[in-house]
């Protein structure tokens, strides 16, 4: 199909899927063609009325040689033809990556197009008049930080480039550019192979002129337009053009209903993780149609006060008491729905009724962690019910002590299959779904000081949370690109039911209810809450730390482990239940 814009400039348009459908409109960048958008169209076309087309300079459309004719209200006529041509009698979603996203932000201001665009998604590619704000404001106390607006400056270094004369020309000739745009679209996850749409020679030296004809002659005062479309702006993890900052708070004084969609990915990542693309763009469009928000459009609103966990679901295991039930109730204080897990139900039920009380939703599971199949049954039920969990605390575990010698292998087997592959359960089937998603999201496995401090008292217990927190390191290393944070809590001693229930091995009855007592004073005469643990996890998840160390003591035996070894094992010599 061809649509003439209103200069005479023929415009070559592609359109997928039933016309009767909402029509999802997909505006491509520099310096790519529509075909960018064939996996992302491949993936809606079943359910929308999917059009993209070739801008004016790219693929199959006229390439006016006037620099003139690549002007942003240009670009805004061309838009506007092809809305009528392909949706004459409806609003259309907008879906722009990079200068197509430009050009939307401007069509989404433009009275030409008033009552005709019902949503807009923007990726990579920011208003210009916004960016320019929040590059003022970086100069202005309350305003955007100076050093995310130089980041962003130096980050934008290519755009001076693009309006010297001549040479750009001669980089693309020389492919210089392109074994630079190759490298770029290697960051992230997912670009190998890097299924980039087919860019020819003449596409990339007449989009050219988008830069030269759009950004330094626009020098004045930025244009103030509040946009009440609802708006997502999706924000690559490891973009190296748009900064997350920028992506994020150009928008927000302008943008009436602002949704931040944080995503793994580099820049094109329309092209590498389409599936994810597809999903929030579908999101966006239902309830834009009158559908019910999903949980992660709902958590996606940008903020505007309330709580920092609104929207978000967290998971935690061994949630029906100590410091499992005193997390979940620290997410929902601030926010977050919850799904608490545990061996004991009723205690779990516990959880979720206090829970509740807060003002969020909460669901009770039994569960045995160390159950491969329970809690492959469980983390289907919870995705199911709830949808990806955006939190998941693997907290559940069993304490054990005495002699190496006298535990035996069934007790081996029951603190591994609970200390260590009940984390390892919680961690695969939930990070596989967080990868997935690709929307990041947090891991947290509760280890212990005991996992850096060697001690004669605790020689199983030790090594499985040693196991928890080397796995933890592991794999933060790996998803981290992903934008999934994996994190590692350390407690030291904490009143906790750990020790009413803590198996001593090699003693009789009597003598191991007697430990079992004598341990219970000495924890609660530490008086260090599950309620003050809690908090610090929250803090963890926030702020993304590797590895928090709670208590006093905690961070004291990690000293003792990286400076004075020596000191260290001397001290493991000690009988923990002589004191």
């Known amino acids: 199909m061809r649509v003439t814009s209103t200069d005479g400039v023929r415009l070559t348009v592609h359109e997928s899927g039933d016309r009767s459908a ?92 008033a009552g005709r665009i019902a949503s807009f998604t923007s990726i990579s590619g920011p208003d210009l008049d916004q960016a320019r704000a929040w590059m003022r404001s970086g100069l202005r106390p309350g305003g955007a930080k100076l050093r995310h607006v130089v980041r962003q400056l130096i980050e934008s270094n290519y755009l001076v480039l693009f309006n010297l004369p001549v040479l750009p020309e001669l980089l693309w000739r020389s492919r210089v ?29 007449a989009g050219l002129q988008l830069y030269r004809a759009n950004l330094f002659g626009r020098l004045g005062r930025p244009r103030r337009r509040r946009i009440d479309v609802p708006v997502q702006v999706v924000v690559p993890n490891a973009d ?176 591994l299959d609970v200390n260590l592959w009940g984390v390892i359960h919680g961690s695969r089937l939930f990070g596989r779904q967080l990868l997935e998603r690709g929307q990041g999201g947090t891991l947290v496995n509760v280890a212990s000081a005991a996992a850096y401090s060697p001690s004669r008292t605790l020689p199983a217990y030790a090594t499985t949370k040693a196991a928890v927190l080397m796995l933890t390191q592991c794999l933060r290393a790996e998803l981290g690109r992903d934008g999934i944070g994996v994190v590692a809590i350390c407690p030291g001693f904490v009143n906790t039911d750990i020790t009413r229930t803590t198996r001593f091995v ?8 007697q430990l079992r007592s004598h341990a219970v004073q000495a924890y609660t005469r530490r008086g260090y809450s599950p309620r003050r643990v809690a908090r610090h996890i929250v803090t963890a998840v926030e702020r993304n730390r590797p590895v928090t160390r709670i208590t006093p003591e905690a961070k004291v035996f ?8 020596a000191a260290a094992r001397a001290l493991a010599r000690v009988d923990l239940n002589q004191l």
């Open 22 to 113: 909402p029509t999802v409109l997909c505006v491509h960048g520099y310096p790519d063609s529509s075909t960018v958008w064939d996996g992302i169209a491949a993936e809606l076309a079943g359910r929308y009325h999917v059009v993209r087309y070739d801008v004016r300079g790219a693929g199959a459309s006229d390439r006016p040689r006037a620099r003139s004719a690549y002007r942003l209200d240009q670009l805004v006529d061309d838009l506007a033809a092809v809305v009528e041509a392909v949706s004459p009698d409806a609003p259309v979603h907008l879906v722009g990556h990079d200068w197509g996203s430009v050009q939307c932000w401007s069509a989404v201001g433009d009275e030409r197009l």
């Open 240 to 415: 190296p053009f748009v900064s997350p900052a920028l992506a994020t708070g150009g928008p927000a004084p302008w943008v009436r209903d602002l949704h931040i969609r944080r995503v793994a990915g580099g820049h094109w990542v329309v092209v590498t993780r389409p599936d994810v693309i597809a999903r929030i763009t579908a999101e966006l469009v239902d309830h834009t149609s009158g559908g019910a928000p999903t949980r992660a459009l709902t958590k996606a609103r940008a903020p505007r006060g309330g709580k920092a966990f609104t929207g978000q679901l967290a998971v935690v295991t061994g949630g029906g008491r100590g410091i499992g039930r005193e997390t979940a109730l620290a997410f929902a204080e601030r926010g977050a729905d919850v799904v608490v897990a545990d061996l004991d139900e009723n205690a779990a039920g516990d959880t979720v009724e206090a829970a509740r009380r807060m003002g969020v939703d909460a669901a009770a599971y039994q569960l045995d962690v160390s159950d491969t199949d329970a809690f492959e049954r469980f983390a289907k039920q919870v995705r199911a019910d709830h949808d990806v969990p955006d939190i998941v605390v693997n907290n559940a575990g069993i304490g054990m002590a005495g002699p190496f010698l006298d535990t035996t292998v069934a007790d081996w087997q029951r603190i």
């Open 558 to 565: 990690d000293a003792l482990s990286r400076f004075t070894p």
């Open 506 to 513: 090699g003693v009789d009855d009597a003598t191991q209810e």
């Open 177 to 205: 550019l392109d074994r630079a745009l190759a490298a770029s679209t290697r960051i992230g996850r997912g670009s190998a192979p890097a299924r980039r749409s087919p860019q020819t020679l003449a596409d990339k030296l």
